[in-house]
């Protein structure tokens, strides 16, 4: 039987995820600011530290993806390549490192998940729309000054946040908390009893990156809870830092593992 995550049938063809390595086109939408560091300390995993510098300082973000395996099959039938996600990053320390850290994320398809769950990114499905970018006609902003940008997400049907960034000026770098590698926990419980089947904290990084001039802008944000989410309470904002928008490309070939617990559970 083959395929890389399942379901496994003797050609792969039905697997949900095709094998790494998984290319990504696509824009992101930034809003950075600050919260409480308890609040981020309090989302975090016992292992891990707040990050030595700014500890409170969170990135909400709106992508806006097209993704593909080798063969580019996926984009000759779209469905299969487009997608949205919105997502929530922190930084921690782990053994020394800094890492970016994402704690919250909502994505629009399934095989988004399933890609997520095998990086360790907590994916759940969620009803995700922003602005787009496009060079003509009077229904589309510029990435330029001035061009506004909107980005929403809900999930289970109830408004979970609401974001505006209108660009101002080219920046250096698209933001601060989303620039480390990422730390993530790969888990999964037993199926038998207590503890956990799976149990590994992993970083990974893009490579290949090709991105384009990033943007900075002025930001706003409101976030909401719902009886099945609550970004509102977890990581409430006290300050905005500033808003931001670039296009980027980037490979997903794999990850390193940190520490494996699987075998001690």
């Known amino acids: ?39 981020v300390r309090a989302i975090l995993p016992d292992e891990l530290d707040l990050a030595p510098e700014d500890p409170g300082a969170v990135a909400f973000i709106w992508a806006d993806w097209q993704s593909c395996s080798a063969d580019r099959e996926e984009l000759l039938d779209p469905s299969r390549a487009q997608y949205l996600e919105a997502f929530v990053v922190v930084r921690a320390a782990y053994q020394g490192v800094t ?50 940008f909107g980005a929403s997400l809900a999930a289970y049907d109830h408004r979970l946040a609401s974001a505006k960034v209108t660009l101002r000026e080219k920046c250096d770098k698209n933001g601060f908390v989303n620039g480390h590698p990422m730390v993530h926990h790969r888990c999964m419980p037993s199926i038998a009893g207590e503890g956990m089947s799976l149990s590994q ?42 808003g931001y928008y670039r296009e980027v490309g980037v490979t997903f070939a794999g990850g390193k593992l940190l520490t494996d617990n699987s075998a001690s559970v």
């Open 99 to 148: 890492y970016s850290r994402c704690v919250l994320i909502w994505v629009t398809t399934d095989f988004a998940i399933g890609r997520g769950w095998f990086q360790g990114y907590p994916k759940k499905l969620g009803s995700i729309y922003v602005t787009r970018a496009f060079h003509h006609g009077k229904a589309a902003p510029r990435v330029a000054a001035g061009g506004t």
């Open 1 to 39: 039987m083959a395929g890389f995550l399942p379901p496994f049938t003797p050609d792969g063809r039905t697997a949900l995820v095709p094998p790494m390595p998984w290319y990504y086109s696509g824009t992101l939408l930034t809003v950075e600011y600050r919260t409480d560091p308890a609040n």
């Open 201 to 242: 904290i992993v970083t990974m990084s893009g490579v290949d990156a090709d991105l384009g001039d990033p943007w900075r802008g002025d930001a706003e944000l409101e976030l909401h809870d719902s009886p099945w989410d609550q970004p509102a309470s977890l990581l409430p904002v006290e300050e905005i830092i500033g």
